[in-house]
C-alpha cells in the first residue's frame, strides 16, 4: 500500500485529517470542504485490466487508494460487495444506447430508484463500520427536498449505531417520495414533515449544528453532499462506463444533471485519475447559476425557482468550492475570500485565466421545463426510451453543446417513477413504479409534523433519543 491520502480543507483554516474523521466529519471547522491532498494515477494498462471487472471489484480498486488502511482489504471488498448487493441490475450501472454515439447511464438501480443510492449505501456501511469499531453512536440530521431523505434512510435504516432525523417541507414532495421515507419503519428512523419550505428545512439543520453543546451532546453527523464519502462513491461509474465503451483507447464525454455539483465533480476526479474522458457536461434546469458562470465567469446567486426536476433546483451549488480551489491553486484563502463576498454581495468574479480553465475542462448547457418535457417526447419516440425530467435536462444539454463524433453518455439520476406527473405531462405515459416498490403507495406511514420553531426541533430529537 503507497502512502495513505490525506484530505485537507478548500478554505485552509482546518487540521488535516485521515479518511476515517474526514468520513465522521463532514464539513471542516472552518467551514471548508475536504478533499484529498493527492491523487492516485492510473496508468492505461492499469485501465485494461480493470476493464475485466464487475462493478463490485472496480469499486475496491477505485476507493482503496482513498481509504487507505482506515479499512483493511478483506473488509472493505466485503463492504463493496454488500453495498450493491441489493442494486436490481446484475451490471448495477447499466449502459443504453440511444443514438448514434449516445448513452445513457442508468444510475436509478438502486433501493430507492436514484444515483444517490451509490454515494449513500456505501456511506451508512462506513460510517457503521466505523462506529462499530470504535463502540461509538451518532446521529445524522439532514434536510431533504426529496431525493436525499430516501436515500440516507434506505442507507442508514436498521443500523443501532445511529439515529436518523430527516427533515422534509409538510405537503411540499411528491407521493412517492415521502412515502419512500415515511414507511420504513426501523426504530432509528425520525421522519419530520417541517411546517415550511425546503429553505426552512435547511435553515434548520444548519441552525442544530451551528449550536456547538446540542451537535456535541448528540454527536450530530451530516450526510449531505458535501462529505467525501459520497463524491468518492460516485467517481466508481464514470470507470465503469467509460471502460465499458472502449477506453482508454477511446474517449468519452458525460453530460451531468447538475445541481449542488457533487456527481459531476466525481467525474472531474476520475478524469484527473487518468480515466480519459473528453468533456464534462454541466446541465441545469432553469436554476442555472452553473450555467452562466461557465459562460460569463459570474457566479451570481439570483433566487430559486421550482421546475419539473426539483432535485436541481437549487441557488448555490456547494462542491463547486471544491473545484474553485483546485483552479485557484489550491489556495484556501482566495476561496475564504470569495465565499465572503458569496454572503455579502451573492457574486463573486472569476479571473480570465481561471474562467479559462474552467471552460477547458466543463461545456454547459440548460434546459428550461418547456424543452424538459420536449425531451422526454422526442427521445420516446425517436429511441422509445422514457427518460425522468432530470434526465430529460442532461439529454436536451448534451444536444446543444454536441461535436461531430462525441461519443456522449448522459447520466440517468433517477427513474422516470420517482416522477410521475411531470412524465404523464410530458407524453402521456405514467411511468410504474418496479414491482419492488408494490407495497409503497398503500403502506402505513410514519412522520410527525413540527412548527417551524428550532426549540421545538430540539425537543423532539431529545425525546426520541429517550424512548430508544
Ligand atoms: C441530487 C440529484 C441531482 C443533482 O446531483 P448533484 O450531485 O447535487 O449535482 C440530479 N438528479 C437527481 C435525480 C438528484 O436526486
Keep these: 500500500m503507497n502512502t495513505p ?18 468520513v465522521l466529519t463532514g464539513l471542516a471547522v472552518d467551514g471548508g470542504l475536504y478533499v484529498p491532498k493527492t491523487l492516485p494515477r492510473i496508468e492505461p494498462h492499469t485501465l485494461v485490466a480493470w476493464a475485466k471487472l464487475p462493478y463490485h471489484e472496480l469499486a475496491y480498486e477505485v476507493i482503496a487508494p482513498f481509504v487507505g488502511d482506515a479499512i483493511p482489504e478483506v473488509d472493505l471488498r466485503a463492504l463493496l460487495t454488500e453495498t450493491y448487493e441489493d442494486f436490481r441490475h446484475v451490471a448495477v450501472a447499466p449502459l443504453v444506447q440511444v443514438g448514434h454515439n449516445r448513452h445513457i447511464l442508468e444510475l436509478f438501480h438502486g433501493p430507492t430508484l436514484a444515483f444517490k443510492d451509490f454515494a449513500l449505501q456505501f456511506l451508512g456501511r462506513t460510517l457503521d463500520y466505523f462506529l462499530k469499531r470504535r ?20 442507507g442508514c435504516r436498521a443500523r443501532d449505531n445511529m439515529d436518523i432525523f430527516i427533515l422534509h417541507p409538510a405537503g411540499r414532495v411528491s407521493d412517492v417520495q415521502r412515502r419512500q421515507m415515511t414507511t420504513i419503519a426501523d426504530k432509528n ?10 429553505d426552512d428545512c435547511q435553515d434548520a439543520v ?17 450526510v449531505n453532499s458535501i462529505n467525501w464519502a459520497r463524491i468518492l462513491a460516485q467517481v466508481v461509474y464514470y470507470f465503469y462506463a467509460a471502460l465499458a465503451l472502449g477506453a482508454p483507447a477511446r474517449a468519452v464525454s458525460f453530460a451531468v444533471p447538475t445541481g449542488n455539483f457533487g456527481d459531476i465533480y466525481a467525474g472531474h476526479i476520475a478524469r484527473r485519475m487518468g480515466l480519459p474522458i473528453d468533456r464534462l457536461i454541466i446541465a441545469t434546469n432553469s436554476n442555472d447559476i452553473l450555467d452562466r458562470c461557465v459562460r460569463s465567469g459570474e457566479y451570481k446567486m439570483d433566487g430559486v425557482s421550482p421546475t419539473l426536476s426539483p432535485s436541481m433546483d437549487i441557488q448555490i451549488s456547494s462542491n463547486f468550492e471544491r473545484l474553485l480551489y483546485e483552479l485557484h491553486g489550491f489556495d484556501g484563502e ?23 480553465a474552467l471552460q477547458k475542462g466543463f461545456a454547459s448547457g440548460r434546459a428550461g421545463d418547456a424543452e424538459t418535457s420536449a425531451t422526454i417526447r422526442r427521445v420516446l419516440e425517436q429511441s422509445d426510451y422514457l427518460a425522468d425530467p432530470h434526465t430529460a435536462v442532461g439529454i436536451a444539454a448534451a444536444e446543444k ?57 430540539k425537543a423532539f430529537i431529545d425525546k426520541e433519543q429517550k424512548k430508544a
Excluded: W
Aim: proline share 5%; with cysteine; hydrophobic share 40%.
Design 401 to 457: 453543446v454536441a461535436r461531430d463524433g462525441e461519443t456522449i453518455v448522459v447520466l440517468s439520476t433517477a427513474h422516470p417513477a420517482k416522477f410521475p406527473d411531470a412524465v404523464e405531462r410530458a407524453c402521456g405515459i405514467t411511468p410504474a413504479l418496479p414491482p419492488h416498490m408494490d407495497g409503497l403507495m398503500t403502506a402505513a406511514e410514519r412522520y410527525d409534523t413540527l412548527e417551524n420553531d428550532l426549540g421545538a426541533l
Design 5 to 22: 491520502i490525506r484530505y485537507e480543507s478548500t478554505r485552509g483554516n482546518a487540521p488535516e485529517l485521515g479518511f476515517e474523521d474526514v
Design 206 to 222: 444548519k441552525a442544530l449544528f451551528a449550536d456547538a453543546e446540542f451537535r456535541k451532546a448528540h454527536r450530530l453527523v451530516a
Design 334 to 356: 482566495k476561496i475564504r475570500k470569495q465565499m465572503a463576498d458569496l454572503r455579502e454581495k451573492q457574486v463573486f468574479s472569476l479571473s480570465e485565466p481561471v474562467k479559462l
Design 189 to 198: 428512523v425520525h421522519n419530520i414533515a417541517l411546517k415550511g419550505t425546503f
Design 135 to 154: 463502540d461509538e453512536r451518532i446521529t445524522i440530521v439532514g434536510a431533504t427536498s426529496g431525493d436525499t431523505g430516501s436515500a440516507a434512510i434506505a
